[in-house]
Structure formats: C-alpha cells, structure tokens
C-alpha cells in the first residue's frame, strides 16, 4: 500500500507539475509498450499464423477490460466532480442565508456577524481556487476553524441575551454553513485510490503490449491506426483522471456562486420606510 501510494505520488508531482507533461509520459510509455509487444510477436511470428486468432480474443478481451475500468473510473470521477461543486453551491447558499438573517438582527453583533461572514466567504472562495501546497491549505483551514469560533461565540451570545426564534434561526442558518464547509472540505480532500489509478495505467500498457503482439504475428505494424488509438486511450484517461482530482489540471471547481454571495453583500440591506395605513 505505501509503495503504491509513494508511486502514486511521483505521478501526482508529474501532473501538478504540467497535465500535458504526464499525458506525453504515459503516451510514450504506451507507445514503448506496443513496441515491445510487437518485437516480441514478430520474433515469435509462425508462418501459418495458428497463434493469431487466439492473440486476437485476448487482445480484444484486454482492451474491453480497460474500457470496462476506465468507464467505471469515469463514472467514479464524474461523480466526485458534481459532489464538489454541489457543495460550493450549498455552502454558498448557506452563507446567504445566514448573512440576511444577521443583516436583519442589525446592530451590533447581528451587523459584526455579517461582516465576519463576509470575509469567511471570501476565504472560501480562496480555498476553493488554492492549488496543492499543504501548508497554504492548513493556514486556510486554520483561519476558516478561527473565524468559525469568532461567528459562534457572537451568535451564542445573541441566543442568550436574546432568547427568541429570530436569534434560533440564526445559529441554526450558521449551524448549516458549517455543515456545508465540512462536506466541501472533505470532498475536496479526496483522492483516487492508488489501486484503481494503477488498475488502470496498467491495463492500459498490458492492452498496449498485447495489441504490439498481435501485429508482431501478422508482421505488419500498423504504426499510423496504433498510434491514433494510444492517442485516443490517452485523452480518456489523462481527462478522467483530471475529472476526477480537486486541485489538477483544468477541471476545476467555480467559484462563480461565491463571486454571487459576496456581490450580494458589498452593502447593507436598505430599510424602507414603514407603508403609510390604507383608508
């Protein structure tokens, strides 16, 4: 498991480092690997090809298997991507609403836990966009856990002073931001299993490897149709498995309901003046 986990993490380095870097890694590996199958079968090429029809049902069954996983991956990936964005989306919405019921309590803990939230938002917002680096994601947590501490002991101080359904349905509003910023954080701290993502490359040279082989016995290596599939193989999986990381590549997260929240709040809540009685 540490093995798997420490290769896993040289490839993570690789992909954080550039995606278009990795996705030529593992296109070259793939292109070496059909080769070293193709030298293999040519050598062991018989002149009434018997061999070949065998070769063929288990070069077929390798390429459904890798498909059959790399759906599954897919599927696995796309699921944790919608699971990330539903929760910036609920977070958000959370904030709003227990930014208008502090607005609405007004001064002077009411107007100090709305501006608290402001900035918690914010730093939401940012965490969300953070890349990789550990200890610029611990410092935000760090700073998310202090502001929460800070909102908290305001809003018990209104239920106590002012023991009423309208300060209720405050704690219980910023009771659900803090919900919602627990799901977030673990769903972006999500990781794929270092099992499935080397099921995968490996299926993916075996495949490589078996279908070189197969050409190897017909002695004709059809580098242009192979090539064009192993380019094809390493688009899939390249993007499945940017899908699938919170804080890799170019399938990221928005942050667009945040910059929708926070729009909302740059100013206070007007308060009409009170309708004048109908006759």
Known sequence: MQRGATGLSYLTEIATWSVLGFAVLLFVLQI??????????????EPDDRAEGGVGIVVGGLLALLAFVLALTLSFATSRFAERRLGTLTEA????TAWLRAEALGRPRGDEIARLLKQYTEL?????????????LAAMNRRASALQNEIWGHVTA???????????????????VFDASTAERFAFAFRF??????????????????????LGLRGRPLRVIAT???????????????????????????????DWTLSGMQSAIPIPPAPAPSH
């Open 32 to 45: 070496l690997a059909r080769e070293i199958g193709y030298w293999a079968g040519a050598r062991f090429r």
């Open 93 to 96: 919405n959370a904030i709003g």
């Open 124 to 136: 939401r917002r940012d965490y969300v966009l953070a890349g990789r680096d550990a200890t610029e």
């Open 158 to 176: 209104l239920t106590r002073e002012q023991p009423n359904p309208i300060t209720a349905q405050l704690a219980a509003s910023v009771n659900d």
């Open 193 to 214: 299993p270092p099992q499935i993502v080397w099921l995968l490359l490996g299926l993916a040279m075996l495949g490589m490897a078996a279908l070189g082989y197969q």
């Open 228 to 258: 064009l599939l192993t380019a094809a193989w390493t688009l899939v999986i390249v993007d499945t498995l940017d899908l699938g990381a919170a804080r890799i590549g170019s399938f990221r997260t928005t942050v667009q309901v945040y």
